[in-house]
């Protein structure tokens, strides 16, 4: 079945260095990817989505990219700050009734 | 806030009990989805509802069980609850069956 497998954290970084999450799929057709956010205490969030091949998601500085070839859907944000820190979980939407797989989730903490 | 809204936040209950967890998606959504957030299981996909029909069944108990009322508020019934159970339960919500999906903050069961 569809998968979605995301690297392993925690990830420690300092404020203003340079993120990447690192997400794979498995998947029969195209779905669409999403990445979502948690904060502490909360839902998760809609940070990013990308519905077909070389789509580029956006938002709050975060993009990600739809690889078809390499089935991957990589977070990147060229600067963080203390306030990103934070559970990332990278998904897709199956194609057969819209609900969503999510990989294991990637917690981030940003030092300043 | 994503307009999804749960109820209640938390609850504490023994073994053997039920519980129900409530949902209200947000305005003019019509499909519903449940999910069980644990840390040794990640995010489980477990029912989704549309238009007050089941739609699609992931992972969930024969024990569990769920329904989408008339006016589009969601129910999840938890039954002969155990240990294991004890997990955060999110619902959320979409337009369509191929839309983004809303989180609510989920409802924190602890079984003791």
């Known amino acids: 079945g569809d998968s979605v497998t995301q690297m392993e954290g925690p990830v420690t970084l300092s404020e203003e260095a340079f993120l990447t999450i690192n997400c794979t799929y498995t998947?029969?057709?195209?779905?669409?990817l999403f990445w979502y956010v948690q904060y502490p205490g909360e839902g998760l969030q809609l940070l990013l989505k990308?519905?077909?091949?070389?789509d580029k998601g956006s938002n709050k500085g975060f993009e990600a990219t739809y690889r078809k070839e390499t089935t991957s859907f990589h977070l990147e944000k060229g600067s963080v700050q203390v306030s990103d820190s934070a559970v990332y979980f990278c998904?897709?939407?199956?194609?057969?009734?819209?609900?969503?797989?999510f990989g294991q989730g990637t917690e981030l903490s940003v030092k300043p | 806030d994503s307009g999804v809204t749960q109820t209640p936040k938390h609850l504490i209950t023994a073994t053997g009990q039920r519980v129900t967890l409530r949902c209200s998606p947000r305005?003019?959504?019509?499909?519903v989805y449940w999910y069980q957030q644990s840390l040794d299981q990640g995010l489980q996909f477990l029912i989704q509802?549309?238009?007050?029909?089941?739609?699609a069944k992931g992972n969930i108990l024969e024990r569990f069980s769920a329904q989408q009322f008339p006016d589009l508020h969601s129910e999840l019934n938890l039954s002969s609850l155990e240990l294991g159970d004890s997990a955060l339960y999110f619902c959320?919500?979409?337009?369509?069956?191929?839309?983004?999906?809303?989180f609510g903050n989920g409802t924190r069961l602890t079984v003791t």
């Open positions: 959320a919500s979409s337009v369509e069956w191929n839309s983004p999906l809303h």
């Open positions: 509802y549309y238009n007050g029909e089941e739609r």
């Open positions: 998947a029969t057709g195209y779905p669409s």
């Open positions: 305005s003019g959504d019509l499909s």
């Open positions: 990308a519905t077909k091949a070389d």
């Open positions: 998904a897709l939407m199956d194609n057969q009734g819209g609900k969503l797989i």
